[in-house]
C-alpha cells in the first residue's frame, strides 16, 4: 500500500505542476522554463548524486539507462508534450494522451516480460475511459478549430509524448532493482539539463529576468521541485514494489489532479462527466490494487 501511495501521489503532483506549468509558460520560454527547472532541481539533489556506503557501482547497463530514462521522460516528453498542445485541440490532447496505461501495458510485457493479468486488463480498459471522459468534460468548451496538417503533427508530437512516458515507467523498472530512488532522480534530472543547456543558454542570452515578479520565481521553485525532485523519487520508490504494467495504471491520476487544479485554483466548472470520470478512473485503481484471494494450501 504504501507503494501505492508513492505512485498515486507522483502522478497526483504531476499533475497539479502540468496544471500550473501554464502560468509559467506565460512568463518563460519553454526551453528556458525546462533549463532553469532542471538547474534549480540539480542544487536541491546535489547530495544523491554521489554514491553512498552498502551502494553498489554503476554498470555501463545501469549508466545507459540512465541517459534513456532522462532522454525520454525529461527532454524528449517535455518537447513533444508542450509544442504538440500548441499544434493541436485540447480534446484530441486530451484523448491521446488517455492511452498512457495501454501503452506502458504493451512495453512492460513486450520489453520485460511481464504477464498482464485479466484484472489488470480491465483496471486498464476503465483507466483510459476514465481519462477519455475527463477530456472530453474539459474541452466541452473550447474552441476545435486547428486542423490539417498543423493538427496532425500535433497529434504526431502527443503520441509520441505518451511513448516516451511509457518508456519512462519501463526503463524506470529496470533501474530500481540496481540503483537506489534518490540516485535515480539526481541523475536522471543532471542528463536532463545537460540536454537542454545549449537550447537554454540561447533563450536566456534574450530574457529580461528583471520582469519576473517574485510570485512567479516562488512557482518555479514549487515547480521545479516537484517535477524533477519529488515526483521522480515517490515514482522510482513506489516502482521498486510494483510491476510495470499496473504501475501504468497510477498515470490516471496525472489528469485528474490537472482537472481538479483547474477547478480549484483556475476557476473551471465542475460537471457531471467530470464526477463519471473520477468514478470510472478511480475503479481501475481500486481494481488493480485490491489484494488479490489467496487459496489456503491443501493437508
Not at 526551453?31 to 532542471?38: D, E, G, S, T, V
Not at 510485457?109 to 486498464?124: D, F
Not at 516537484?226 to 521498486?240: D, H, P
Request: aromatic share 12%; hydrophobic share 60%.
Amino acid at each position: 500500500m504504501a507503494a501505492y501511495a508513492s505512485l498515486a501521489l507522483s502522478m497526483a503532483l504531476v499533475g497539479s505542476y502540468v496544471a500550473l506549468s501554464k502560468i509559467l509558460v506565460l512568463v518563460f520560454p519553454v526551453m528556458l522554463l525546462a533549463w532553469l527547472r532542471f538547474g534549480i532541481a540539480a542544487v536541491a539533489m546535489a547530495g544523491w548524486v554521489c554514491r553512498r556506503p552498502g551502494q553498489q557501482p554503476l554498470s555501463a547497463t545501469d549508466r545507459r539507462l540512465l541517459f534513456w530514462e532522462s532522454f525520454f521522460g525529461n527532454f524528449l516528453f517535455s518537447v513533444c508534450m508542450l509544442f504538440g498542445v500548441s499544434l493541436t485541440s485540447a480534446l484530441a490532447a486530451g484523448v491521446i494522451m488517455a492511452s498512457i496505461p495501454a501503452v506502458v501495458a504493451v512495453l512492460s510485457w513486450w520489453l520485460l516480460g511481464e504477464r498482464i493479468s485479466l484484472r489488470v486488463q480491465i483496471a486498464i480498459a476503465l483507466a483510459v475511459g476514465g481519462i477519455v471522459v475527463l477530456s472530453v468534460a474539459k474541452a466541452s468548451g473550447a474552441d476545435s478549430h486547428t486542423g490539417g496538417l498543423r493538427a496532425l503533427l500535433g497529434n504526431a508530437l502527443l503520441f509520441a509524448a505518451v511513448c516516451c512516458e511509457a518508456l519512462y515507467v519501463v526503463i524506470g523498472k529496470k533501474l530500481t532493482g540496481h540503483v537506489s530512488a534518490q540516485r535515480i532522480s539526481a541523475l536522471v534530472n543532471l542528463w536532463g539539463w545537460a540536454l537542454v543547456t545549449p537550447f537554454g543558454l540561447v533563450a536566456a542570452w534574450q530574457f529580461d529576468f528583471g520582469a519576473v515578479s517574485l510570485g512567479h520565481w516562488g512557482l518555479l521553485v514549487f515547480y521545479s521541485l516537484a517535477a524533477s525532485m519529488i515526483t521522480v523519487w515517490l515514482w522510482m520508490t513506489g516502482l521498486r514494489h510494483v510491476p510495470a504494467a499496473s504501475a501504468g495504471i497510477f498515470t490516471v491520476f496525472l489528469p485528474i489532479s490537472a482537472g481538479l487544479v483547474g477547478v480549484l485554483a483556475l476557476g473551471e466548472r465542475f460537471t457531471a462527466l467530470h464526477a463519471w470520470a473520477f468514478g470510472l478512473a478511480l475503479s481501475g485503481v481500486v481494481l488493480a490494487t485490491w489484494p488479490a484471494r489467496r487459496l489456503a494450501p491443501a493437508t
